[in-house]
């Protein structure tokens, strides 16, 4: 079985869909190790992204706290961005290891990034598969899926403290989530 290198991935976005609404900003954090070697945290990723859906959801704008407007002047043209995240990916990803995609209730994010790919016929450098941590905390931990998240998380598995500052910016979520992942990996 080939090794993983694990991709800790969040998105933030302008609304609840992708295709209909934008991916604003991604970040990602490798996590490298395992088989006998500790799990450790590597690299980041963070980029913000220029709006160009056709829809807009204030409400999801408000979450995380981004400038739409500044981000149509500034923000990354999507296929760049996902080249970048192609490239950290390829850079990031251990010898004789293949990447994952890791998320904080994964089919999200993953649906955002997948489409994105496919939208501008880039290849998707994590495949069509992605490891929920939300679905491996129901298995290791035992819990139900409503109490899967990262709260009750937190105290079961000692995570650092949240900087509510940080939170729903997609590079700190991403990071977290590495922590998540790390402890979850760990008891297994």
């Known amino acids: 079985m080939p090794r993983a290198t694990w991709f800790c991935v969040d998105i933030e976005c302008s609304g609840p869909v992708p295709g209909l ?11 490298s ?4 070697s500790p799990l450790v945290i590597g690299d980041t990723f963070y980029v913000e992204i220029r709006p160009t859906a056709p829809r807009f959801d204030a409400r999801a704008m408000a979450v995380n706290g981004l400038d739409f407007e500044r981000l149509k002047r500034e923000g990354q043209p ?9 490239d950290w990916v390829a850079a990031n990803t ?16 993953w649906s955002f990034v997948n489409h994105a790919y496919h ?25 139900h899926w ?3 998240n990262k709260e009750v998380l937190a105290e079961q598995l000692d995570l650092p403290p949240v900087v ?3 939170v729903h910016r997609a590079d700190y979520d991403a990071w977290y989530q590495a922590h998540i992942l790390i402890r979850l990996l760990e008891r297994s």
């Open 33 to 36: 190790g395992g088989d006998g």
């Open 146 to 148: 409503f109490d899967a």
């Open 119 to 143: 939208a501008h016929e880039l290849p998707n450098p994590f495949g069509y598969k992605a490891l929920d941590t939300k679905a491996l905390a129901m298995g290791v931990l035992g819990l």
């Open 78 to 86: 999507l296929p760049e961005a996902l080249e970048a995240l192609s």
């Open 21 to 31: 609404y934008d991916m604003v900003s991604l970040g990602a954090v490798a996590v």
């Open 164 to 166: 509510t500052e940080k």
């Open 94 to 109: 251990a010898a004789g290891s293949r990447p994952v995609f890791v998320g904080h209730n994964a089919p999200f994010d």
